[in-house]
């Protein structure tokens, strides 16, 4: 698989309930990231978690990080209609460039 | 909140046509970059500029493609001669510092026909 595999591809669940998507990455890495896209538009920056954290929440979401088995997972809890999107993990390594490297991404369905 | 501006939102062009791509970045961010995304595809990694240089480019960005920060607060996307293939939404980004998470644009839909 290439750097940044997201899985399940497409999640559909009720509004209330909580979402857990994953990622799975090959090369070492500086810091992962989670991105949100909503159909047909640009990508907004959710939470950003370090090789050197092993969780980290920002409101309704928390990721976790396991750099020992190369994987992440985000888990969006009490989920809305309004968090239906597309989800992507990005993978930045050391040094200036800062260069990311996106997974396939998982779609979401919230339904209300 | 401050944003990254794309211009413009949406563009057609005819093939073999040069288009350049727009993009304001947020003021006190020092990186940044242009990424495509094919539609249906997964978000790929153009270019990286800092200290009004190339840092790292992808193997996409061939001599097709060139950048530039002329004034201090444009940052530009060029292609010379656009491909069919080339059609993509195009996502312009920048950041403050290392370690620092990225702020995209709204991108630009290029379409070539």
């Known amino acids: 698989s290439q750097q940044g595999e997201e899985d399940p591809q497409a999640l559909s669940i009720q509004e209330g309930e909580n979402a857990t998507m994953n990622c799975s990455y090959k090369t070492s890495i500086n810091n992962l990231q989670w991105y949100r896209q909503n159909s047909g538009r640009g990508l907004v920056h959710l939470i950003l978690i370090r090789s050197n954290e092993r969780e980290k929440h920002s409101g309704r979401l928390r990721v976790t990080l ?4 190369k994987s992440s997972s985000l888990l969006i809890t009490a989920s809305r209609a ?3 999107a597309s989800y992507f993990c990005a993978t930045g390594r050391s040094g200036n460039t800062g ?3 996106f997974g396939q991404g998982t779609t979401l369905q919230v339904k209300p | 909140e401050p944003e990254v501006t794309q211009t413009p939102s949406h563009q057609v062009t005819q093939m073999g046509q040069e288009v350049i791509l727009r993009c304001v970045p947020i003021s006190n961010h020092l990186y940044f970059y242009w990424y495509r995304q094919i539609l249906g595809q ?4 153009l270019v990286s500029f800092y200290n009004n240089e190339i840092s790292e480019k992808s193997e996409i960005f061939d001599d097709q493609f060139s950048v530039e920060r002329p004034d201090g607060s444009n940052f530009t996307l060029k292609i010379r001669s656009t491909k069919l293939e080339d059609s993509a939404m195009y ?3 920048s950041r403050q510092g290392v370690g620092n998470g990225y702020t995209f644009g709204s991108g630009t839909r290029l379409t070539v026909v």
């Open chain 1, 66 to 69: 396991d750099t020992s088995k």
């Open chain 1, 82 to 84: 309004a968090d239906t």
């Open chain 1, 99 to 101: 260069k990311l490297i």
């Open chain 2, 42 to 45: 997964k978000v790929e990694f």
């Open chain 2, 91 to 93: 996502f312009c980004a």
